[in-house]
């Protein structure tokens, strides 16, 4: 069964950082694409980054400059680094795996003063 668990989130002031991390379990984690999404209260899930098996990333404009996305494939693990955080960052951050499109249960990211 393909799992992903996330850890990392919290409350943190404006112009801090914080490191969001998502382990997989189940699949062969080098052969997927992986992904952050995230969803604020009352919007739609949105694309965060990606980043392919080779280590192509991609980001939403939004983050572009502030937010950094990394794959470890020994530790079978996604990291989302985030600086400069603005309130409108301040969302449920989920992980996300191309295997079977398989989601993490999200993890709670405030930002706020």
């Known amino acids: 069964q393909v799992q992903l668990v996330e850890s990392g989130g919290g409350l943190v002031q404006p112009g801090g950082s914080l490191r969001l991390s998502c382990v997989l379990s189940?699949?062969?984690?080098?052969?997927?694409?992986m992904g952050w999404y995230r969803q604020a209260p009352g919007k739609q899930r949105e694309l965060v980054a990606t980043?392919?098996?080779?280590?192509?990333?991609n980001y939403a404009d939004s983050v572009k400059g502030r937010f950094t996305i990394s794959r470890d494939n020994a530790k079978n693990t996604v990291s989302l680094q985030m600086n400069s955080l603005k309130p409108e960052d301040t969302a449920v951050y989920y992980c996300?795996?191309?295997?079977?499109?398989?989601w993490g249960q999200g993890t709670q990211v405030t930002v706020s003063s």
């Open positions: 189940g699949a062969i984690f080098r052969l997927y694409a």
């Open positions: 996300w795996t191309q295997r079977h499109n398989t």
């Open positions: 980043i392919t098996l080779d280590g192509t990333t």
